[in-house]
């Protein structure tokens, strides 16, 4: 245990060993019986070193001490079900490695498991060609569901409360147990344990049983009295060890699978009491039970930060909390929706609504006093939840002192998006003009400027890359602000200061507004710009990031130039000057300008030999300032506008220069990129710097480099008639279309009842996905579900056909994302539009967007008879979740630099050591389970190669549990984990990984994905290492068409694959077909490395060996053709002799 943690935690090693796991109400004390501070580092007590005893000690019970200890046994027992984990309830989550491989691969390479009777023949479902719309497989069959039962029933008796005379003898709780046995206890749990009374059906008698004695633990209990528990607890406790703690340890956020096979709904008294008796619905009647969510998230921002561990404790807090509000405030948000949390304002149509429950203020993200009205509605409403969201996020990263910011969830459920915040003390005594006391409530009309909050927020705006703005408000007077106009500062009865509504902190994308008002220049633009719905459609970070220092390299630039210009008196006036700065601002691209300290170095040794060097390094500073559009005249100081184009604010005629500018400075942002960036992003998919399999690593690799998603159609635009890209247009293809029916989705679902949800669900996919069923009139007519009411809204999705879906889909991506939709002719509507993609794909990929669960198991897309989807294939709605994610501060990031440096210098110890160090803390902050232990992980399996295995086996567990079991993190995981193991001598193992890893290719994507060469060709060397050349050949051709159709007939990879493909068909003495790959081998090589390269000779000599052998092959044949002999001898060919 390290003297850095606290005591407390030292509870998790206890609950992990097998012979106190059931010990729940203890005390940790040292050897003098002196209890100690369990909140305290363990470093800090008194009398605690290395090599001190703790001891564990029983204490005595009260009543939520029974209630944890029987919930702690209740979770023991049911620990390795898979229901919580397919539900996601308790943070639970899959992870199928285990399943998989059968067996311990960490064990297995130390020598203590065989691996020799390991199926590693292919599926048929993974042979090359074989595509098909199975989702069973996501669930492996050789995964075991079932555990040994160890009781049949474990409830509270209907006994309880204990009456007032035995409560003063000690009665806490009464507990029924039935036994595998047959046989039914009833149980007393007491201030000093467990026992069995004497009360026996109907007849009430708290006696303690003298046929069993007390225990201090119910699990003590039971095994006394029933042998079979003992039994199969004792199977339990063994299995708990051999399995992975981390595939038993809560995730930090809730993380829901798509798809679940069809879950047995056994009989559950216990379960059925925590769902009566929750809280749900009646927590404002809890008083002294809710937790103050602001007063923690605020207390643990002001935690101190001196020392190293200091720190590790304040975001370790910082952490817990967000997590623990993240999880309460979905729980809420779903009471909210279902109409189990009382309005504050129940008189108000329900998409006004306000709600409070446990402290956290629940409101619907709709235009409900039209702040948006100008700026787009409810359209507006949404998307400005999802920046504010991320703003906050970003102002939490700063870390900077002063101004405070809320706890912050957006959910999206049932069509619904639900805003959760942290409660402002006191903001519910005082009206909301009184209560914001910076910034305007009002679109500008009246404007608050408090001068405090101006002295904060002037850090904020260098930060935010703001520039601040002068605004006239009603009354004529100009206002000078350091925001955004909605941007709102808020005085808590706290004394700390607030910033709320923080949806203008990036620049405006003029590429998405009205034409008449962003194109400042009068040029028509091919493509741009496309009306949006709204005007909140902003440029992201990463791309202001990139556009900053693009702007940071051609200032050098330019003051280089003007230095120059100075000093050679080249020119006399000053519009040449500055007409020559404009010439090298336009035609400059920044990849060409020369690197940073080249320029600083020569502007200083040019001007060293002026006359006036101080002058002249001013002037050319100034001018240079100007030119790239800095906000100071002294220095480079990018700042933009957040209010520029937005409707209804009247700047001051101080602003008039200053505007001109500000459009001038947005028109280039937004030209950069669709000029630079996005066609640097083509380039590096193309040469396969990256290739996002799906929508979610489509998506973060457009946000890496600054692209919002908003731009596929564009992107498409471009690549559509480019071969090599053709996984990437089928990938914008299915994001524009599974966006455009989320928008449908949500706005069906959210006018249906409850009462015929699951009905329309099925009947939108199959509008959605099938082709329309001939019978349709008659399943209206009889699948028309009872008991409507006869509110109308409640069957307008029965209208809902195919044709007019697709009409309304194909038209929205016309008008958001600017593309048309290519249609070919087919005897049904989906199939014009979805005839290039797998619809299995874009049924994962809507469920993913939509939060709809459904049962996992083959779909038929094309039957013309029997629709495919139907009421019991939707499982559930679950909630779709953007939260804060508190990162660590820069002391984490030093260490991690230092590492990288540490690595690429060649200093592997030195790299190692820091990457163990900050690896314990990390898992101090975050635990176990986290994308950053994830990335540190897979680092450890390149520095550590002699423990690979082990790391990567624990980083794939950790990806299919954080990101999804088929993530492209986790499908990258296993070909790693793959190729670890085969170095190891693991080959069956390997082989079962890859396989796994292609069955998750070929259901997210399909099987024409680059990646899939890769993964191919794995799979065909290994099958050839286990002497399974037929099934080898299958995969190996089936990588050589993939190289071939994205990089070529004449490419390097495809150069490969034939090379592999001759080794392969050498072995099997097909020589003619050897020949062959390897003469294209050769002659790609001699026509791109000529005949003096190493690789062109290798070739020719692979060649000549095949041809020779081919020679004696055929004299063997001939020879024993004309001995009449109908047998030939295994011919054994040593190709690399």
């Known amino acids: 245990v390290s003297t850095y943690e606290r005591l407390m935690e030292l509870r998790d090693y206890i609950s992990d060993r097998p012979e106190t796991c059931d010990r729940t109400c203890y005390s940790l004390q040292n050897v003098d019986g002196v209890r100690l501070d369990e909140l305290a580092v363990i470093g800090k007590l008194q009398d605690i070193d290395d090599g001190s005893l703790i001891r564990l000690m029983d204490e005595e019970y009260n009543l939520r001490d029974v209630k944890i200890h029987l919930r702690r046994l209740r979770d023991l027992l049911t620990s390795f079900s898979r229901v919580n984990a397919y539900t996601a309830q308790d943070n639970m989550s899959l992870t199928f490695l285990s399943g998989i491989t059968e067996i311990d691969i960490e064990a297995l390479k130390k020598g203590s498991t065989k691996e020799s009777q390991l199926d590693c023949a292919p599926p048929c479902y993974l042979i090359p060609g074989s595509a098909t719309s199975n989702g069973v497989p996501l669930t492996p069959l050789y995964f075991n569901e079932s555990y040994q039962d160890c009781l049949k029933e474990l409830s509270t008796s209907g006994w309880?409360?204990?009456?007032?005379?035995?409560?003063?003898?000690?009665?806490?709780?009464?507990?029924?147990?039935?036994?595998?046995?047959?046989?039914?206890?009833?149980?007393?749990?007491?201030?000093?344990?467990?026992?069995?009374?004497?009360?026996?059906?109907?007849?009430?008698?708290?006696?303690?049983?003298?046929?069993?004695?007390?225990?201090?633990?119910?699990?003590?209990?039971?095994?006394?009295?029933?042998?079979?528990?003992?039994?199969?607890?004792?199977?339990?406790?063994?299995?708990?060890?051999?399995?992975?703690?981390?595939?038993?340890?809560?995730?930090?956020?809730?993380?829901?699978?798509?798809?679940?096979?069809?879950?047995?709904?056994?009989?559950?008294?216990?379960?059925?009491?925590?769902?009566?008796?929750?809280?749900?619905?009646?927590?404002?009647?809890?008083?002294?039970?809710?937790?103050?969510?602001?007063?923690?998230?605020?207390?643990?921002?002001?935690?101190?930060?001196?020392?190293?561990?200091?720190?590790?404790?304040?975001?370790?807090?910082?952490?817990?909390?967000?997590?623990?509000?993240?999880?309460?405030?979905?729980?809420?948000?779903?009471?909210?929706?279902?109409?189990?949390?009382?309005?504050?304002?129940?008189?108000?149509?329900?998409?006004?609504?306000?709600?409070?429950?446990?402290?956290?203020?629940?409101?619907?993200a709709v235009d409900c006093r039209d702040q948006y009205k100008q700026l787009g509605g409810d359209i507006a409403a949404y998307r400005a939840a999802g920046q504010d969201v991320h703003a906050i996020d970003f102002v939490q990263k700063l870390d900077v002192d002063g101004l405070h910011t809320l706890e912050t969830a957006v959910i999206d459920y049932c069509g619904r998006r639900i805003i959760a915040q942290s409660l402002i003390p006191g903001i519910l005594n005082r009206s909301q003009e009184n209560s914001v006391i910076y910034g305007s409530i009002d679109s500008g009309l009246t404007i608050a400027a408090d001068e405090v909050f101006i002295e904060q927020l002037k850090k904020y705006s260098q930060l935010f890359r703001v520039r601040p703005i002068s605004v006239v408000d009603k009354f004529d007077q100009d206002v000078k602000i350091w925001s955004s106009i909605e941007l709102k500062g808020i005085l808590g009865y706290d004394r700390r200061r607030y910033i709320v509504d923080l949806i203008k902190t990036l620049p405006i994308d003029v590429n998405f507004i009205e034409a008449n008002e962003s194109n400042h220049d009068d040029k028509p633009r091919k493509y741009f710009p496309l009306n949006h719905g709204h005007c909140l459609s902003r440029l992201r970070r990463e791309l202001v990031e990139a556009f900053i220092a693009g702007r940071y390299m051609l200032y050098w630039r330019l003051v280089a130039i003007y230095s120059y210009a100075d000093q050679q008196k080249q020119f006399k006036d000053k519009d040449g000057v500055d007409q020559h700065g404009n010439e090298a601002l336009s035609e400059l691209p920044v990849e060409s300008l020369p690197s940073t300290e080249e320029i600083k170095e020569g502007g200083k040794n040019e001007l060293s030999d002026s006359n006036g060097p101080n002058e002249g390094q001013n002037q050319s500073t100034k001018k240079a300032a100007a030119a790239v559009g800095s906000y100071s005249s002294t220095e480079l100081d990018i700042r933009f506008n957040p209010d520029l184009f937005t409707p209804n604010i009247k700047f001051s005629e101080s602003e008039s220069e200053a505007l001109g500018k500000d459009k001038s400075l947005a028109h280039d942002a937004a030209k950069f990129l669709v000029e630079s960036i996005i066609p640097k992003t083509v380039q590096a998919v193309i040469f396969n710097l990256t290739s996002p399999v799906d929508g979610n690593s489509f998506k973060d690799v457009l946000h890496q480099r600054g692209i919002n998603i908003r731009y596929i159609g564009y992107i498409a635009s471009l690549i559509a008639n480019t071969p090599e890209l053709s996984y990437v247009y089928k990938l914008c293809l299915t994001e524009m279309i599974t966006r455009i029916a989320k928008r449908t989705f949500k706005e069906l679902i959210r006018r249906t009842s409850f009462r015929v949800l699951s009905c329309a669900i099925s009947h939108f996919l199959n509008c959605f996905l099938l082709r329309p069923s001939k019978k349709k009139k008659n399943r209206k007519k009889h699948t028309k579900p009872h008991n409507l009411a006869q509110d109308k809204s409640d069957l307008r999705w029965i209208s809902l056909s195919p044709e007019d879906l697709w009409k309304q889909i194909s038209s929205e991506i016309s008008t958001y994302f600017g593309y048309e939709i290519p249609q070919i002719q087919s005897d049904n509507i989906p199939g014009q539009y979805l005839a290039k993609l797998q619809r299995i794909s874009v049924l994962r990929a809507f469920c993913m967007q939509t939060g709809v669960q459904v049962v996992l198991r083959e779909y038929i897309f094309d039957n013309k008879k029997v629709l495919t989807f139907n009421d019991d294939d939707i499982v559930n709605i679950i909630p779709r979740v953007k939260h804060l994610n508190p990162k660590h501060c820069k002391f984490y990031l030093y260490l991690y630099f230092f590492m990288i440096y540490s690595y690429i210098t060649g200093l592997i110890q030195e790299a190692l050591d820091v990457l163990i160090e900050a690896l314990a803390i990390f898992q101090q902050v975050y635990g176990p389970l986290h994308p950053d232990v994830f990335a540190f992980l897979e680092k450890f399996t390149r520095l550590f190669y002699s423990q690979a295995v082990c790391f990567q086996k624990k980083a794939t567990i950790v990806s299919e549990r954080l990101f999804g079991v088929d993530s492209q993190e986790t499908i990258i995981a296993y070909v790693h984990l793959s190729l670890y193991c085969h170095a190891a001598g693991q080959k069956r193992v390997a082989l079962r990984l890859m396989y796994r890893a292609r069955y998750l290719t070929c259901l997210v994507f399909g099987e024409d994905h680059p990646d899939m060469a890769t993964i191919d060709s794995n799979i065909g060397l290994i099958l050839f290492a286990t002497e399974n050349s037929q099934n080898a050949i299958q995969f190996l051709i089936n990588a050589l068409e993939i190289q071939q159709r994205y990089y070529g007939d004449d490419s390097i990879n495809a150069a490969i694959s034939h090379h592999l493909l001759a080794i392969v068909k050498s072995t099997a003495c097909d020589f003619r077909s050897a020949m062959h790959h390897e003469k294209q081998v050769f002659n790609i090589y001699n026509g791109k490395f000529g005949e003096k390269d190493d690789r062109t000779k290798e070739s020719s000599e692979f060649l000549n060996r095949l041809t020779g052998q081919a020679v004696v092959m055929q004299k063997k044949v001939a020879l024993y053709c004309d001995l009449h002999c109908t047998t030939l001898p295994m011919l054994y060919c040593n190709i690399f002799s």
Not at 256 to 273: C, I, M, N, S, T
Not at 306 to 329: C, G, H, L, P, S
Not at 335 to 349: F, K, L, S, T, Y
């Open 160 to 364: 309880n409360p204990p009456p007032p005379n035995r409560k003063l003898q000690g009665d806490l709780m009464y507990v029924n147990v039935e036994t595998l046995e047959g046989e039914t206890y009833n149980i007393t749990a007491s201030i000093t344990g467990f026992f069995v009374n004497r009360t026996k059906d109907h007849i009430f008698n708290p006696a303690p049983s003298s046929e069993f004695p007390l225990s201090h633990t119910l699990a003590g209990l039971l095994n006394r009295i029933s042998p079979l528990f003992k039994k199969n607890f004792l199977i339990l406790q063994k299995v708990s060890l051999k399995t992975n703690p981390l595939e038993l340890v809560p995730t930090p956020y809730q993380v829901f699978p798509w798809a679940v096979p069809k879950l047995d709904h056994g009989y559950d008294k216990q379960r059925a009491e925590d769902y009566s008796f929750a809280r749900v619905g009646y927590e404002e009647h809890l008083a002294g039970q809710l937790r103050d969510w602001n007063d923690d998230f605020q207390s643990a921002k002001e935690m101190p930060t001196e020392t190293i561990q200091e720190k590790i404790e304040r975001d370790r807090t910082i952490f817990r909390v967000n997590t623990d509000f993240v999880a309460v405030a979905t729980k809420g948000a779903i009471a909210v929706v279902d109409g189990n949390v009382v309005a504050m304002n129940p008189a108000e149509p329900e998409r006004l609504r306000l709600y409070i429950w446990n402290n956290i203020f629940f409101s619907f």
